[in-house]
């Protein structure tokens, strides 16, 4: 089956700087890699996902690349917020299942 | 409003005990999945169903067991709670009816402690 990996494990940035968490995967049959954004005490949310067809997608300051042939994606948040602070999950599969990366705790330096 | 439920949000049971995790969802979705975790650690797949009378064990071994009857409703039964059962149970469901298939939606969770 499908193993994600998820490095570092905390992040943190100063307020205003990049943030980059980095996913490796060992399936090459996963056709898709999402990630969640998991706040203290609340449920796990999507923030963006990407499908194998697509090298990069973005959406306003988070943006998410991906490269098939080294089997890895990573998560870019740019002018990084306070609200920012959370744990950072990335996953890999497809329409049936996903594994989990172990997560990454970012913090967000004021 | 469509969303994922699940009750109870909070259950603090005895060992050996019998529970029923129940979780239930109104987004028309057909794949419905357990996740176990530790506060801000990895999410364990733990059961997954594809649809009615489909369910599949999941990555982590558990001894909990999961019925799939109807399309919304997919609860999860620990036969004799122990105190390694304490966590957080997450239920997720994704497919059909949703914007993109291949999203999963998350409950609220369920935090579970076995005395």
């Known amino acids: 089956g499908e193993n994600v990996e998820q490095h570092p494990s905390t992040l943190s940035v100063q307020e205003g700087d990049s943030a980059v968490i980095k996913c490796t995967y060992s399936?090459?049959?996963?056709?898709?890699f999402p990630w969640y954004k998991q706040e203290l005490g609340k449920r796990p949310q999507l923030i963006i996902d990407?499908?194998?067809?697509?090298g990069e997608k973005k959406d306003q300051r988070i943006a998410v690349t991906l490269n098939k042939t080294a089997k890895h994606f990573s998560l870019h948040i740019t002018e990084t917020q306070p609200e920012d602070s959370a744990v950072y999950f990335c996953?890999?599969?497809?329409?049936?299942?996903?594994?989990f990366g172990k997560g990454n705790q970012v913090v967000v330096i004021p | 409003e469509a969303d994922i439920y699940q009750t109870p949000r909070y259950l603090v049971i005895g060992t050996g005990k019998k529970i029923t995790l129940e979780c239930s969802q109104t987004?028309?979705?057909?794949?419905m999945y357990w996740y176990q975790q530790d506060p801000g650690m990895e999410l364990h797949l733990i059961h997954y169903?594809?649809?009615?009378?489909?369910?599949e064990k999941g990555d982590l071994s558990s001894e909990s067991t999961v019925s799939r009857i109807r399309t919304e409703h997919f609860p999860l039964t620990l036969e004799s709670a122990r105190p390694s059962h304490t966590s957080q149970y997450l239920c997720?469901?994704?497919?059909?009816?949703?914007?993109?298939?291949?999203?999963?939606?998350f409950g609220p969770g369920t935090r579970l402690t076995v005395t």
């Open positions: 997720a469901s994704s497919g059909l009816g949703a914007a993109s298939s291949y999203e999963q939606y």
């Open positions: 399936d090459s049959a996963s056709n898709y």
């Open positions: 990407i499908r194998s067809n697509v």
């Open positions: 996953a890999g599969g497809g329409n049936n299942r996903l594994a």
């Open positions: 987004m028309g979705h057909d794949k």
């Open positions: 169903s594809y649809g009615v009378n489909s369910t």
